[in-house]
C-alpha cells in the first residue's frame, strides 16, 4: 500500500485548505483513515479518524473546524480544515490502519501565516 497526499501550502490565518490522502491497492474501504500532523519540535499528534463506517473522531483542538471524509471509490481521504490557525501549522500526515498493520504517507506540509 501506498499513500500520496497532496493539498498543503501555504493559508492566512481563517482561511481554509483541503488535504487529499490517495492509496493504492485494494484494501482502503476495509481500513481505518486517519490524519496525524507534526509541527516542529513537537510530537505527532492525531488530528482526525474515520473508521471503516465512516464513524469520526477529531481531536479537541480541531473540533468544528476539521472535517474528514473518504470517498471509498477513489481510494481517497479527504481533510477539509476551516479557520486555520497559525497553530495548525504542520506537516500533515494520512496514516492507513487495516487489521494489525499500518502504513504512512509522505505527508504534506501545512503553514499558516498572514
Known amino acids: 500500500v501506498q499513500l500520496q497526499a497532496s493539498g498543503g501550502g501555504l493559508v492566512q490565518p481563517g482561511g481554509s485548505l483541503r488535504l487529499s490522502c490517495a492509496a493504492s491497492g485494494t484494501i482502503f474501504s476495509l481500513s481505518a483513515m486517519s490524519w496525524y500532523r507534526q509541527a516542529p519540535g513537537k510530537q505527532r499528534e492525531l488530528v482526525a479518524t474515520i473508521t471503516i463506517t465512516s464513524s469520526t473522531n477529531y481531536a479537541d483542538v480541531v473540533k468544528g473546524r476539521f472535517t474528514i471524509s473518504r470517498v471509498n471509490a477513489r481510494s481517497t481521504v479527504y481533510l477539509q480544515m476551516n479557520s486555520l490557525k497559525p497553530e495548525d501549522t504542520a506537516v500533515y500526515y494520512c496514516?492507513?490502519?487495516?487489521?494489525?498493520?499500518?502504513?504512512w504517507g509522505q505527508g504534506t506540509e501545512v503553514t499558516v501565516s498572514s
Open positions: 496514516n492507513l490502519k487495516y487489521r494489525f498493520t499500518e502504513y
